[in-house]
C-alpha cells in the first residue's frame, strides 16, 4: 500500500504565507505526478498546483504568482509554499500522487487525509 501523509495546515491572516508537506510512504518503485488539491464546503475538489518527476509544473490560475510547488525525489516528498494568502484560499488541501508499486508500469492514484487552510483575520 501507499501512504500520503499531510502537514503544515493550519489559520493563518490574509496576506500570510503557509507551507504544506506531503510525504509519500509504503511500497513504492516510482512516484510520477504529485500535486495539490483544494475542496472548500459545497465545492468541487479542483486541482491547485501539479509537478511532474521532471519538476514539470503547472498552477491553477487563482494561484499563479502565489503558490510555488516543489518537490525532493529522494523522499517521495511534495511540498506547497502558499505565500499572499487570500481568504477565498481557505479549504481542504488534499496531496495526490501517481505511483508505480511495483516496475511494471502500472500506476496507482493516491491521496492523503486532506490539512485544512483557514485564511481569516
Known amino acids: 500500500q501507499v501512504q500520503l501523509v499531510e502537514s503544515g495546515g493550519g489559520l493563518v491572516q490574509p496576506g500570510g504565507s503557509l507551507r504544506l508537506s506531503c510525504a509519500a510512504s509504503g511500497t513504492i518503485f516510482r512516484v510520477y505526478a504529485m500535486g495539490w488539491y483544494r475542496q472548500a464546503p459545497g465545492k468541487q475538489r479542483d486541482l491547485v498546483a501539479q509537478?511532474?518527476?521532471?519538476?514539470?509544473?503547472n498552477y491553477a490560475d487563482s494561484v499563479k504568482g502565489r503558490f510555488t510547488i516543489s518537490r525532493d525525489n529522494a523522499k517521495n516528498t511534495v511540498y506547497l509554499q502558499m505565500n499572499s494568502l487570500k481568504p477565498e484560499d481557505t479549504a481542504v488541501y488534499y496531496c495526490n500522487a501517481v505511483v508505480d508499486r511495483t516496475g511494471r508500469d502500472i500506476t496507482g492514484n493516491y491521496w492523503g487525509q486532506g490539512t485544512q487552510v483557514t485564511v481569516s483575520s
Open positions: 509537478i511532474t518527476s521532471g519538476a514539470i509544473t
